[in-house]
């Protein structure tokens, strides 16, 4: 079946650090792949999105390509900020069903 | 405002003791689903819907039901809850194109407590 791993957390940096959270993933076919984030007391909410290989998603700073040779979608900032601070989630959806799988979720804390 | 709204936000209750968490979208769409979050585990899917009176089982039904009576509506039951349903729940909802579910959008989550 499908999966998705992701870097275990959880992560601190201080603010302006670069961050980088891995996520592979295992599924049959050409699945989409998507990044959530889950802000402190907060539901999940859509960050970014690809929907095919070397696909890149971006949004509010943040990049994830979709490596289909690797079957990775690692998240990547260059300078994050205290308000980045949250559970950052990888998830994957088959081309043709409507389930998502998710990973494990990752923890960040940006400190000042 | 488009939102998923789900009640109650909290809830401590007993063992056994049936309980309804209602889960209420505003946009129309046909996708529902719902999760339980426990730490280290992610998310997993309970139950979904397709559309009105078509429900189908995630990774983790047991002790779950579920009903798509109105479109907007997907409530979860817990018939006779028990200490290892303690957990974070959200629902979810989508429109539902071509190729599946599109982005889900959450609600706020309910944390439940079985004693």
């Known amino acids: 079946g499908n999966s998705v791993t992701q870097m275990e957390g959880p992560v601190t940096l201080s603010e302006e650090a670069f961050l980088t959270i891995n996520c592979t993933y295992t599924a049959t076919g050409y699945p989409s792949l998507f990044w959530y984030v889950q802000y402190p007391g907060e539901g999940l909410q859509l960050l970014l999105k690809a929907t095919k290989a070397d696909d890149k998603g971006s949004n509010k700073g943040f990049e994830a390509t979709y490596r289909k040779e690797t079957t990775s979608f690692h998240l990547e900032k260059g300078s994050v900020q205290v308000s980045d601070s949250a559970v950052y989630f990888c998830?994957?959806?088959?081309?043709?069903?409507?389930?998502?799988?998710f990973g494990e979720g990752t923890q960040l804390t940006v400190n000042p | 405002e488009a939102q998923v709204t789900q009640n109650p936000r909290y809830l401590i209750t007993v063992t056994g003791k049936k309980l309804t968490v209602t889960c209420s979208q505003n946009m129309n769409h046909e996708y529902m689903s719902w999760y339980r979050q426990d730490p280290g585990l992610g998310l997993r899917q309970i139950y979904y819907s397709m559309n009105v009176e078509v429900t189908d089982k995630g990774d983790v039904p047991e002790g779950y039901k579920v009903s798509r009576k109105e479109k907007r509506n997907f409530p979860l039951i817990l018939e006779s809850p028990s200490p290892n349903q303690t957990s974070l729940y959200f629902c979810a909802s989508a429109w539902r194109g071509v190729f599946g579910a599109n982005v889900l959008t959450f609600g706020a989550g309910s944390r439940l407590t079985v004693l």
């Open positions: 998830a994957l959806k088959e081309t043709s069903g409507s389930r998502l799988t």
